[in-house]
């Protein structure tokens, strides 16, 4: 039901058009099953007769243009249900794909430190793209084929109840394989997620451009190959062998049907022999039965579809019912219109799943009107106290507190909109100049003064004025007509979009490693003239960085 919900809400309407179709498209056949019996009597009436009769002429040609008609009708629905299943099957794919992305940035940091995280999104990723719509159309085969089988079932029945049993027991074997089959697949692709993220991984070394200069000086290349190779031939290996043996189930199950339609056959040709059936009924009745498995098969692939489906499906669920921890309070605190000072009050902090804290017992106090230096070798926890500023993680002992105020019982997003921060692994966004520093306060209108002067407190004009576009530059070279960009130069422009920014608290991770002398120089000028508005907090490896 979570399916046919999620369905609903991505597009009522077309799952309506999908529910009718269906079940015009299930209807047809039988009526023309029906048309075919009557065209066959009539024909071997007049072939019986000698042709005589206009009646019968006229009989036979009604039941063709019947038969004709309907044959066409039932092609314009289904032209009518792929253009309708292409649009639902598109919108259903944007619709989840967007459920995973605001599910992606609505979680806690501490999700991305967790293996078993990166195994559910993995999975969850996987089959977002296909499994929900293959749910829908296992749905719709269910429906369809119900409604063809109680068609069928009433014709057979006139004729022989026999047929029925027939028809249901050699179905039974085909139902249960693919039962097997079913949970077969899902247990392998559930333990082999690991395998597959890694072969993932092994493959992205060998392709993504951030990789590719020290996979190249390294010579790292053969090496990677190997890595992946081996993982595909394990998965692989263990897929042929599923597939071998569950080729051989589908043989003994074929084989289950080809007697049973030998046992129909049987059972329809001795009343036609002896006169009690009409040959154009034996017609009728055969391709009954011919249909009937056809629609139990198809019955039963929808429902074991439906069993694979909703194993695979609630991977995406499991991902979707994930809770975050770090959630603004029901009724929060105004923030401060003036942040007079920011402080770290006897901080313990771990990431998940390790036993040694990287702070414990840690204070400090940053006001307004001073430059608050965080000086300390790697894994001090320096980029770490930024990331508890933002709450981004939460304390397992102590407060961070703005002017006093734990930062908890601030709006989660109020507080980031006010904490600015450049890390010392910025983001390099390959969007225009223009649009990498308005990230620094997206949801106001552009504002060019305050870009400008943005832009020349970071140093970055030299950069802008060297671009063929200015502002309208497209950085990076992932995309057509792009731009690439020296590590300091990128700095920079993460530097102003910091800059741009209207937060009160500004915090600068390694914000000059990548600059030169002169470089480092202005940045020391630029912070200087920022303390008097602003706590600022430099975070730095020594004194000799600046």
Known sequence: MKTIRLIWNCDRKRLVLKVVYTFVGSILPLVNLYVLKLMVDTVT??????????????????????????????????????????ILTQKLVDYINKLIQEQSVSLDMAYYDNPEYHD??????????????????????????????????????SASWRVIVVMVVAIIPTFCVRLYKSRTLY??????????????????????????????????????????????KRLVSQL?????????????????????????????VAPVAAGVLTIGTFVMLFEAFRRGQSYLSALVGGVSGIYEHKMFINNLFD????????????????????????????????YPDMNVP??????????????????????????????????????????????????RQFDVAELRRNVSAIFQDYVQFYFTVRENVAFGDINSPEDA?????AIRMADAESVVDRLGNGLETQLGRQFQGGEELSMGQWQRVALARQLYSRAQVLVFDE???????????????????????????LIRHDSGDF
């Not at 991902?319 to 000072?341: Q, W």
């Not at 003064?449 to 002067?453: N, T, Y």
């Open 45 to 86: 009436t007049l072939a019986a007769t000698g042709g005589q009769g206009v009646n019968m002429l006229e009989t036979i040609g009604f039941a063709v243009l019947m038969f004709c008609g309907i044959v066409l009708v039932n092609r314009v629905i289904g032209a009518l249900s792929t253009v309708n299943d292409d």
């Open 120 to 157: 559910t999104f993995h999975r969850a990723q996987q089959e977002a793209a296909y499994r929900p719509v293959r749910m829908m159309e296992s749905i719709m085969a269910v429906f369809g084929s119900v409604v063809s089988l109680v068609g069928v079932t009433l014709m057979l029945f």
């Open 187 to 232: 247990r392998f692709r559930r333990e082999t997620t690991q395998m597959a993220r890694r072969s993932n991984y092994y493959g992205a070394l060998l392709t993504n451009r951030s990789f590719a200069k020290e996979v190249r000086s390294f010579g790292l290349a053969d090496h990677f190959r190997k890595l992946y190779v081996d993982i595909r």
């Open 240 to 268: 042929m062998h599923i597939s071998r043996r569950m080729a051989v189930l589908d043989v003994l199950t074929a084989v289950v049907e080809a007697v049973a339609m030998g046992a129909v056959l049987l059972l329809l």
């Open 319 to 350: 991902f979707l019912n994930l809770k975050p921890s770090i959630v603004s309070p029901e009724k929060p605190v105004a923030f401060p219109s003036t942040v007079e000072e920011v402080g770290f009050d006897n901080i313990t902090f771990a």
């Open 358 to 407: 990287v702070l414990n017992h840690y204070s400090l106090t940053a006001r307004r009107g001073a430059v608050t230096l965080i000086e300390g070798e790697n894994g001090f926890g320096k980029t770490t106290m930024l990331k508890l500023l933002l709450r981004l993680y939460d304390p397992q002992e102590g407060t961070v507190r703005i002017n006093g105020i734990d930062i």
């Open 449 to 453: 003064q305050r870009m400008a002067e």
């Open 511 to 537: 914000a000059t490693a990548w600059m030169d002398v002169q470089g480092r120089q202005i940045f020391m000028k630029t912070v200087e003239s920022l303390k008097a508005d602003h706590v600022v907090i």
